[in-house]
Structure formats: structure tokens, C-alpha cells
């Protein structure tokens, strides 16, 4: 049987590729109900009487690290506690991990997002800015 440099072998494992990094396991974040106050206070801003006159603004403090997050997304009590320890969660996380967190990955892909956008807009705009030139030079 004759072999040709597109012929791919089944039983052959592709090779890794180094520019691809395993992302490191970050330590999970676990929260203790003693290390944590939470404090329930008045809301503020736009959202009518009902926010200004009821206590469903949420404030958690991380008392360990100083950490403090505010959450008055909603006008029920609940659902502010529930996405402001997902905040405190996430905050502490990003802290502990740095770029392995969730947050930091987030950021690090954003950025090479905007790096490869740029690297192409001067392959564009560059080759034209070239061409004005050359035709100015005419």
C-alpha cells in the first residue's frame, strides 16, 4: 500500500499543540456562614416608592479579606442575596486565583480577542495605507 503525505493513519494520536495550556484547577472558593455579615438596608436610586421604602438592598462583607459587595439589582430581598454571593463568590475567587479564576480567564480571552482585532485591522488598513502611498508617489 502506498503512503502519501495526506493519508492519515487511524490509530495515530494527534499531536498536542503547545500554544494550547491546559488551564490550571483554581481552588474552589468556599464561603463560612461566620466568616461572612450580611446586612439588609434601604434601597436607593430609580425604582419608585416601593425600593426607596423597603429593606432589599443586600450588603455582604468577607470579613476574613475586607471584601464588601453591594447588590440592589431586583426589588425582592431574595434574589439580591442570591446574586450577591455569587458576586462575593466570584470577587474572592478572582482574588485567590488571579488568572485561573473564572473572572480571569474571562478577561484574559477578551483581551486576546481584542489583540488578534487589532493585528488584523494593520494587515488591512496597512496594505492600504501602503497602496496611498505608492499612488501618491506616482
Known amino acids: 500500500m502506498r503512503r502519501f503525505a ?3 493513519d487511524p490509530n495515530s494520536q494527534p499531536a498536542p499543540n503547545p500554544a494550547k495550556r491546559t488551564p490550571k484547577r483554581a481552588e ?4 463560612n456562614d461566620d466568616d461572612i455579615e450580611e446586612k439588609h438596608v ?3 436610586g ?4 416601593k425600593l426607596n421604602k423597603t ?3 443586600v450588603q455582604l462583607l468577607h470579613r476574613p479579606t475586607g471584601t464588601m459587595v453591594v447588590c440592589q439589582d431586583t426589588r425582592s430581598l431574595q434574589q439580591n442575596r442570591k446574586l450577591a454571593f455569587k ?4 470577587k474572592l475567587d478572582l482574588q485567590l486565583n488571579g488568572a485561573d479564576s473564572k473572572i480571569g480567564r474571562r478577561i484574559e480571552k477578551l483581551k ?14 496597512g496594505q492600504v495605507r501602503e ?3 505608492e499612488s501618491c508617489e506616482d
Open 6 to 8: 495526506t493519508d492519515v
Open 28 to 31: 474552589p472558593v468556599v464561603l
Open 42 to 44: 434601604r434601597g436607593w
Open 46 to 49: 430609580n425604582g419608585g416608592q
Open 55 to 57: 429593606s432589599s438592598c
Open 87 to 90: 458576586r462575593l463568590r466570584e
Open 112 to 125: 486576546r480577542r481584542k489583540h488578534k482585532q487589532r493585528q488584523r485591522a494593520k494587515k488591512k488598513y
Open 131 to 133: 497602496n496611498t502611498e
